[in-house]
């Protein structure tokens, strides 16, 4: 199974962008789904999550603005973010949860996306 994340770019201060991230490959069941960012020199933080059940919850930085949802048909996690800020500046990664027909749990990945908030 790849995830691959896209919707980064460019924009300035106050602009929005979307982000997805599908999955290839088979998975029997997709738990948790997140999305993560790294901003230059600094450690990977989470920055909003949500389960299997729809429940969400973000980082105080970004609640409020930022909306994550996710499509259980194709397997796809979105990002929805608004009134950006130049501190959001970083690489977002998305990360899944899931478990093989077996019953084992197993944790994927995302390559990266890379937002700039010009300011």
């Known amino acids: 199974v790849q995830l691959q994340a896209s919707g980064g770019g460019l924009v300035q201060a106050g602009g929005s962008l979307r982000l997805s991230c599908a999955a290839s490959?088979?998975?029997?069941?997709?738990?948790?789904m997140g999305w993560y960012r790294q901003p230059p020199d600094k450690q990977r933080e989470l920055v909003a999550d949500?389960?299997?059940?729809?429940?969400?919850s973000y980082a105080s930085s970004v609640k409020g603005r930022f909306t994550i949802s996710r499509d259980d048909r194709t397997g796809t996690l979105y990002l929805q973010m608004d009134s950006l800020k130049p501190e959001d500046t970083a690489t977002y990664y998305c990360?899944?949860?899931?478990?093989?027909?077996?019953?084992?749990?197993?944790?994927?990945w995302g390559q990266g996306t890379l937002v700039t908030v010009s300011s």
């Open positions: 949500i389960t299997i059940g729809g429940s969400t």
């Open positions: 490959g088979t998975v029997f069941a997709i738990n948790d």
């Open positions: 990360h899944y949860d899931t478990q093989s027909a077996s019953g084992w749990a197993k944790e994927y």
